[in-house]
């Protein structure tokens, strides 16, 4: 077979196609050096053509253009599996990645988000206003205190039933860790666009968890009290860059 036959080459910029798992569109593979610039939902990305795919590379290679303009004023990193997002204040525009090698939104595209502790709502934000509700999770955390105590006497009881050091070393370790589960898993991070490639993101960002082998209510606060900083610090980065002058409320659940 002729390695330069039509057949390798890709429909959309011409070059050889060496990729060993190539995009198919239309019975045309998709080289990898085209495929690598496709950031769009993988359920979305099974129905393109061959004509909205070659839209697509034009629109990727404008918005190649804000990504070489892009500034990074604010960076948010959360743990290495979750949520990288970074803001340019001065050009109003974030991309979600930890630098602009993705999608650059202008704020303005940016509908409305929401930040939630599992289901319940922490934030709720667009152009209407930004609303923060008041978080049920510092008096839910307090319900694990029977469980901490109980689980630190029985640590308290077993050492001191071991008489010797070699004893401790090994049966401490097969003592159970404090796997109770805290008051609320994850923040969801949903935010919705007024876009042609993408109308929703969903990311999440993990909640603070109780240690396993010391479980204790006041790290957990302290623990959760910086998580919610920096989800504050990100809620005014969408606002700054999405809606300057959106009115801030606060609201109880329990009103
Ligand atoms: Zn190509």
């Not at 303005?108 to 049920?136: C, H, M, N, W």
């Amino acid at each position: 077979m002729n390695l330069f036959s039509k057949k390798n080459l890709c429909p959309i910029c011409g070059s050889l196609n060496s990729w060993l798992l190539p995009l198919k569109i239309e019975d045309e593979y998709i080289c990898g050096t085209c495929q690598n610039k496709i950031d769009i939902a993988a359920d979305k990305e099974i129905y393109l053509t061959m004509q909205g795919l070659r839209e697509y590379i034009e629109f990727y290679d404008r918005n190649q253009l804000l990504r070489e303009q892009f500034i990074i004023s604010e960076r948010f990193d959360f743990d290495h599996w979750d949520t990288k997002i970074i803001f340019d204040y001065r050009h109003k525009m974030f991309c979600m990645s930890k630098k602009p090698d993705k999608t650059v939104f202008y704020g303005k595209q940016l509908k409305s988000f929401t930040i939630k502790e599992d289901s319940i709502p922490l934030f709720e934000g667009s152009v209407a206003g930004i609303k923060r509700y008041v978080s049920t999770v510092p008096e839910r955390a307090k319900l694990f205190a029977p469980y901490i105590i109980h689980f630190l006497m029985k640590k308290h009881q077993t050492r001191a039933t071991l008489k010797s050091d070699d004893d401790k070393e090994n049966q401490m370790t097969t003592i159970k860790c404090f796997d109770v589960p805290g008051p609320f898993q994850t923040f969801n991070v949903e935010l919705h666009f007024d876009h042609p490639y993408c109308t929703v993101i969903k990311c999440d960002i993990d909640a603070p968890k109780f240690s396993s082998d010391n479980p204790d209510l006041n790290d957990y606060i302290r623990s959760y009290q910086c998580s919610i900083e920096r989800i504050e610090k990100m809620v005014v980065a969408f606002k700054t860059v999405a809606f300057p002058s959106a009115p801030e409320q606060f609201i109880s659940l329990s009103q």
